[in-house]
């Protein structure tokens, strides 16, 4: 698979006029590892990368995601992935004297001190009481349930979305709603928090015109990760829609240029989430 398949269509969208506030990035370490934990909001409305992915694929009114959207669902579960590893808690095993390519290697758990995140630390106990250890694409596939193996749906997170939506009820981002659609009602989580959910597609809009985000060996691990991931879960046009027509060819064009990384190279760079690439790798392969 071309890793540009797909990667965004333009489509009309009117610009929401409330896109006032700018996010203020700021990754102080925490006293648990958590290196990599953006503090840039308050704590009410710091989001993870498994609910900044979910609340740009959230319509805003209706408050679901695109029946049409069958990426999200890996695309969270990677989200998972990536926010164990920036945060310490596994990391891939190392790659030998053979060299072992990023989607060969398994993921060891690092640290099992709790994340405080309830989908994360129950990822982080599965993996932990898997031996021998899996790789990042089998973590991918058990974690969602898409897998031929019945001896490894156990690990399946469910109604993942859902958890994520009451979590951003929690922090005041969304609310909980009933609505019938013909033979059966359906809970919906429509948008209350307009200010959050800006910040977030400013996040990533500035995160893909900024220049140096193609210099990923200097770039923010977390920008880069909710970009990737964003894309690999097909909801990264919502956030580029309301650019303008030059912004958004640039923004998709930087988008690109990280999908043609070489993945393998970037995870020997100094200081890397190798598990990170990795995601990125299972994902464009």
Known sequence: MNRTEGLVQRRNVIKDSNSDGTLKENHDDDKKNDKSYDDGDSKETRLTLMEEVLLLGLKDKEGYTSFWNDCISSGLRGCILIELGLRGRVELERAGMRRKGLLSRKVIVKSDTPTGDVLLDEALKHMKDTDPPETVQSWIEYLS????????????????????????????????????????????????????????????QEAALRRSITD???????????????????????????????????????????????FEAEAMRPDACEIMWAVFAAFTK
Do not use: I
């Not at 923010?220 to 956030?239: F, G, I, P, T």
């Open 145 to 204: 349930g898409e897998t031929w193996n019945p001896m490894k749906l156990k690990y399946q997170l469910k109604n993942v979305r859902e958890r994520l939506a009451k979590n951003l009820v929690e922090k005041g981002v969304l609310t909980t709603e009933k609505q019938n659609f013909l033979l059966f009602d359906m809970t919906t989580h429509p948008l209350t928090d307009n200010v959050v959910k800006c910040r977030l597609v400013k996040k990533v």
């Open 216 to 262: 990923v060996a200097h770039a923010d691990k977390r920008s880069l990760a909710l970009l990737m991931l964003a894309h690999s879960a097909d909801v990264l046009e919502n956030a580029f829609a309301p650019l303008s027509d030059e912004d958004y060819e640039l923004a998709t064009r930087r988008v690109r240029s990280l999908l043609d990384l070489d």
